[in-house]
């Protein structure tokens, strides 16, 4: 990939404001006092989406990219995605008061953690062409962080319409899980974006 010192700054801005984010959404999950921290995962959201603009207006200006325009465009708009679903989720948890943090909760902020953690990884990595194999592989272990997402998703759902009886509780703790296992479809669908860039410039 030719030598970039626009598009790659703005990657990697952007691939660490999401780790933070979901660092600061993981802490959130795992302390009674949780509202700054759920606030500042909103903020952290911000700031990503101005990246994201500010990357489509380069752009927008730019006559020659290190690769195809139409995945610069797919991935920073992948991560604004990631990071638009883990702040709904922040959203929901501030917003329904949600106080007990069951473990399949927990255990879909851990994966979009470390999904989150691999696609700041492959970001980092697109700065050279000597990466590629790294990023392939942080690629996989995204893909397996949503699959393990899914079933923890799909077991928990099942859990609570079989066990729990307030219909206002199974729809709030529902809403949370489905935006943190959006979360980690949206980072299996950065890693298919760098896969396809990846095998083109290898």
Same mark, same amino acid.
């Given at each position: 990939?030719?030598?970039?010192?626009?598009?790659?700054?703005?990657?990697?801005?952007?691939?660490? @404001?999401? @780790?933070?984010?979901?660092?600061?959404?993981?802490?959130?999950?795992?302390?009674?006092?949780?509202?700054?921290?759920?606030?500042?995962?909103?903020?952290?959201?911000?700031?990503?989406?101005?990246?994201?603009?500010?990357?489509?207006?380069?752009?927008?200006?730019?006559?020659?990219?290190?690769?195809?325009?139409?995945?610069?465009?797919?991935?920073?708009?992948?991560?604004?995605?990631?990071?638009?679903?883990?702040?709904?989720?922040?959203? *929901?948890?501030?917003?329904?008061? /949600?106080?007990?943090?069951?473990?399949?909760? *927990?255990?879909?902020?851990e994966a979009?953690l470390e999904?989150?953690?691999?696609?700041?990884?492959?970001?980092?990595?697109?700065?050279?062409? @000597?990466?590629?194999?790294?990023?392939?592989?942080?690629?996989?272990? /995204?893909?397996?962080?949503?699959?393990?997402?899914?079933?923890?998703?799909? *077991?928990? $759902?099942?859990?609570?319409?079989?066990?729990?009886?307030?219909? /206002?509780? /199974?729809? *709030?703790?529902?809403?949370?899980?489905?935006?943190?296992?959006?979360?980690?479809?949206?980072?299996? @669908? $950065?890693?298919?974006?760098?896969?396809?860039?990846?095998?083109?410039?290898?």
């Amino acid at each position: 990939m030719p030598k970039d010192k626009v598009f790659q700054p703005l990657f990697e801005q952007a691939a660490l @404001k999401l @780790k933070l984010l979901s660092e600061t959404l993981n802490d959130a999950a795992n302390t009674p006092h949780r509202q700054d921290l759920l606030k500042e995962v909103e903020k952290l959201k911000s700031e990503i989406e101005s990246i994201a603009q500010t990357t489509r207006v380069e752009l927008g200006k730019s006559f020659i990219t290190p690769f195809d325009r139409e995945d610069i465009y797919a991935i920073i708009t992948a991560v604004d995605e990631v990071a638009d679903n883990l702040s709904d989720a922040a959203s *929901r948890m501030r917003l329904y008061q /949600i106080d007990m943090i069951t473990k399949p909760l *927990r255990k879909l902020t851990e994966a979009n953690l470390e999904a989150c953690t691999e696609v700041h990884n492959a970001l980092f990595g697109l700065k050279d062409t @000597k990466n590629l194999e790294k990023i392939a592989e942080s690629c996989k272990i /995204i893909y397996r962080l949503e699959r393990k997402a899914d079933k923890v998703y799909d *077991r928990a $759902v099942a859990d609570i319409f079989e066990n729990e009886t307030n219909v /206002i509780d /199974i729809i *709030r703790y529902k809403e949370v899980m489905s935006a943190l296992e959006s979360a980690t479809d949206s980072c299996r @669908k $950065v890693a298919n974006i760098l896969e396809t860039v990846t095998v083109k410039y290898s």
